[in-house]
């Protein structure tokens, strides 16, 4: 099913890019820079907001994609904060779609344009294509696993660093971590990198994917912030490995912090210094 699905003659992707771009006309664009102060909510603290653009556009997703692919599954992040459960999606025999309806809400708050839709197929723990649209911006990325990644249908390639450059990482943001992880990312500042603060992780992973940047390091794994980047950084030609050195799974346990980078020497060259800022937060990072 998933295989059909997929086909390159299909017309499915182009019709999930077309739900993609419905679903941000829709709900998104015409509460960018509206939003009422009723339509902005926090979740877990002041950090941590929903608004009601999020909330519809993954409604509006949730249909559209499953009645795309019927039988699948989705796991959005709005559906998994009212049902913790949800999640378990990702481990089950169906295929599942991953959903941000806005990555990058406090940009999208702030009535910036830094923030993008995130959808993600996978299929027994395997991503199999992403879409990273950034309509303030007019972006619209797409990755197939095995048939490369594009932005704008031109094909990406993320290439290297010049040798000897800094290297230029955007690192879990300081408001969203604990102190632990704090000093776990300490090991970034060091000669040789230059970190800052992450905006929205969708489109973070898109500057790495078209060269604009040069690595990302995250200390969190939930899969709708991750998982469609990660496959667009892959196909451009990247690499993405966690503290343990090995892959980032969608299913979680991943030893953290992880990284994706435009190439296999940039990623163990973040690595090192994670180990490092690790390392002297103690063995379990505390």
Known sequence: MIDDFLAADAGNLTEVEAAVRAAAAAEIMPRYRQLATH??????????????????????????LTRLLP?????GEEAVHADPSV????????????????DGTRQFVHGEPGFCTLVA????????????????LGEMAIAVRGRGATLNGTP?????????AVLRV????PDYTSDAQKRALLGLRTEGIEARPCGSAGLEYLAVARGAQDAVAFNWELAWDHAAGLLLVAEAG??????????????????????????????????????TGTSASGPSGA
């Open 238 to 275: 990247g690499t993405q490995a966690t503290l343990a050195g090995v892959p980032y799974r969608i299913t979680g346990g991943n030893a953290l912090p992880f990284t994706a980078a435009r190439d296999a020497a940039t990623a163990e060259a973040v690595l090192t210094a994670l180990r």
């Open 156 to 164: 990406m390639h993320s290439g290297s660093p010049v040798a000897g």
């Open 87 to 102: 999640y378990d999606a990702l481990g089950e025999d169906a295929p599942v779609w991953i959903v941000d309806p806005v």
């Open 39 to 64: 339509e902005i909510v926090q979740k877990s603290g002041p950090h941590d907001l929903v608004t009601a653009a999020d909330r519809r556009a993954e409604e509006h997703l949730t249909a559209s």
């Open 71 to 75: 039988g699948s599954a989705v796991v």
């Open 170 to 173: 955007a690192m879990s943001h």
């Open 121 to 136: 197929l996978a299929h027994r723990g395997e991503v199999l294509a992403s879409w990273t649209y950034a309509p303030a």
